[in-house]
């Protein structure tokens, strides 16, 4: 039932034990192609199956879908799942996400047409509009940091302002999740 964390060395005074029961875990998943209710379905059977060192099964209750948002599920206390989709197609990807919150770049109308034309996207596709948002984001922070992954660009660039994120409709209903999740009022 505890699992031993060690806070840098061995002896008994540094020890910190932390009951699993205690800690919260979160699975972020891309809805891709599948409504949400398939992917709660899906998780339940893989997590479903998993056990613990003593042979208890880690998924005790199956994650239900939450009544206040269509992307958001819940397993007893300390184990959720987020969904990520654009909310009018229910289908989609975290760049789903990240698409509003680039739309006033200046380079963006530029990356859209480089990317159009030097390369082919099936626009019908959850995926192939997520590897052209990729693209799309990775063209525009090309001059500011030249070979970096998606990933480095947002991180590491101004690509998405402070502003953009704090009032994005999006971003808050993820926070909402989280501080309900983890127990918390969100700011506003």
Same mark, same amino acid.
């Given at each position: 039932?505890? #699992?031993?964390?060690?806070?840098?060395?061995?002896?008994?005074?540094?020890?910190? @034990?932390?009951?699993? *029961?205690?800690?919260?875990?979160? +699975? $972020? =998943?891309? #809805?891709?192609?599948?409504?949400?209710? !398939?992917?709660?379905?899906?998780?339940? %059977?893989?997590?479903?199956?998993?056990?613990?060192?003593? %042979?208890?099964?880690?998924?005790?209750?199956? @994650?239900?879908?939450?009544?206040?948002?269509?992307?958001? #599920?819940?397993?007893?206390?300390?184990? *959720?799942? =987020? $969904?990520?989709?654009?909310?009018?197609? !229910?289908?989609?990807?975290?760049?789903? =996400?990240? %698409?509003?919150? $680039?739309?006033?770049?200046? #380079?963006? !109308?530029?990356?859209?047409? @480089? +990317?159009?034309?030097?390369?082919?996207?099936?626009?019908?596709?959850?995926?192939?509009?997520?590897?052209r948002m990729k693209a799309i984001i990775t063209a525009i922070? !090309?001059?500011?940091?030249?070979?970096?992954?998606?990933?480095?660009? +947002?991180?590491?660039?101004? $690509?998405?302002?402070?502003?953009?994120?704090?009032?994005?409709?999006?971003?808050?209903? /993820?926070?909402? /999740? +989280? *501080?309900?999740?983890?127990?918390?009022?969100?700011?506003?």
């Open positions: 039932d505890d #699992a031993m964390v060690f806070s840098g060395s061995k002896t008994e005074e540094d020890q910190m @034990f932390l009951s699993l *029961a205690d800690s919260y875990f979160l +699975i $972020i =998943y891309d #809805a891709d192609e599948q409504s949400s209710e !398939q992917l709660v379905l899906m998780c339940n %059977k893989q997590y479903g199956d998993i056990k613990d060192i003593d %042979k208890k099964k880690w998924l005790v209750e199956d @994650f239900v879908l939450s009544g206040n948002d269509a992307f958001a #599920a819940f397993s007893g206390k300390n184990k *959720a799942l =987020y $969904i990520w989709a654009d909310p009018t197609t !229910q289908k989609g990807t975290l760049e789903d =996400y990240i %698409k509003p919150l $680039i739309r006033e770049h200046p #380079a963006i !109308q530029q990356a859209e047409t @480089f +990317i159009d034309e030097t390369c082919n996207w099936d626009p019908t596709r959850v995926s192939e509009s997520a590897k922070g !090309q001059k500011e940091k030249p070979g970096s992954s998606m990933n480095v660009i +947002i991180k590491q660039t101004k $690509i998405i302002k402070p502003d953009e994120l704090k009032n994005d409709e999006l971003v808050k209903k /993820f926070i909402s /999740f +989280i *501080a309900s999740f983890i127990g918390i009022e969100a700011a506003q």
